[in-house]
Each structure stands twice: as C-alpha cells, then as structure tokens.
C-alpha cells in the first residue's frame, strides 16, 4: 500500500511561486506520480503527471508555462513547482500515484495524498 504524504503549502501573493513536494512511502519503482487540484465548489482536475523515471512528463494544457513536475528518486519524492500563481489556482493540491500510464482521470489512480492547501491571495 503506498502512501503519500504532501507538503508545501500555503498562502502567497498573486505572481508568486511555491514548491509542493508529496513523499512516497515505499519504492515506486514503475509508478506514475502526479498532481490534481481541486478548488472550492469545482471538481477536482489533473495538474501533471511524471513516470518514475522522469522520462515523460503529462501536463494540463493551462497549466503549462506556469507549473513543472519533476521528481526526485533517491527520496521518493515528486515536486510541483509554481509560478506566477493566480487567485483562481488556489485549491487543495493532491499527489496521486498509479502503476501504468499516465492519465488525467481522476478514477485511474487509486493511491492519494491528503492535501495541502494553495491560496493564491493579495
């Protein structure tokens, strides 16, 4: 059973940057890590996804620019780091892991994080 564990949230200023990381419990040696986000009253939506290898990255099209996953084997951890954050990316950020491919459907991965907490606010 993995467990995820994430930090790194917080509150910080619009055009600010923050770095979630989520560790792993246990080696995931062939799983897929990943980002959802869920903000107030909307549904949870995919962020970015990264094999364990770091050979291929998944990112959400709106979020491209601004985000960037990256991982880092040695201490099971997988990042996310943000840029030029704005009000609306404020959300819970959630790690998620799966074996397989990449995918941006919520269902599909059976092991998540808690969450920590984004407020994007002036």
């Known amino acids: 059973q993995v467990q995820l564990v994430e930090s790194g949230g917080g509150l910080v200023q619009p055009g600010g940057s923050l770095k979630l990381s989520c560790v792993a419990s246990?080696?995931?040696?062939?799983?897929?890590l990943g980002w959802f986000r869920q903000a107030p009253g909307k549904e949870r939506e995919f962020v970015a996804a990264?094999?364990?290898?770091?050979?291929?990255?998944y990112s959400e099209d709106s979020m491209k620019g601004r985000f960037s996953i990256s991982r880092d084997k040695a201490n099971f951890t997988v990042y996310l780091q943000m840029n030029s954050l704005k009000p609306e990316d404020t959300a819970d950020y959630f790690c998620?892991?799966?074996?397989?491919?990449?995918?941006?459907?919520?269902?599909?991965?059976?092991?998540w994080g808690q969450g920590t907490r984004v407020t994007v606010s002036s």
């Open positions: 246990q080696e995931i040696f062939s799983y897929i």
């Open positions: 998620v892991a799966r074996i397989g491919k990449a995918t941006r459907y919520r269902a599909d991965y059976p092991y």
């Open positions: 990264i094999t364990w290898d770091g050979n291929e990255i």
